[in-house]
């Protein structure tokens, strides 16, 4: 999800744990994120990372 923060917009990925009548949440890396609806702008599903190669030796 894109939204709005002062100075500019971010980002949260990661996985829409819940979404309630005036926020979402959002799972990511760090933590979990509760975004307020009306600052969101842009959201999409986004396909998983592919999987990692092996180092080459």
Request: proline share 9%; charged share 25%.
């Amino acid at each position: 999800m894109r939204y709005r923060i002062e100075g500019g917009f971010t980002d949260a990925l990661g996985h829409l744990l819940a979404c309630a009548a005036g926020s979402c949440t959002v799972r990511t890396r760090q933590s979990d994120v509760v975004i307020p609806l009306e600052l969101v702008v842009a959201a999409k599903e986004v396909p998983p990372a592919p999987p990692r190669r092996a180092a080459s030796r």
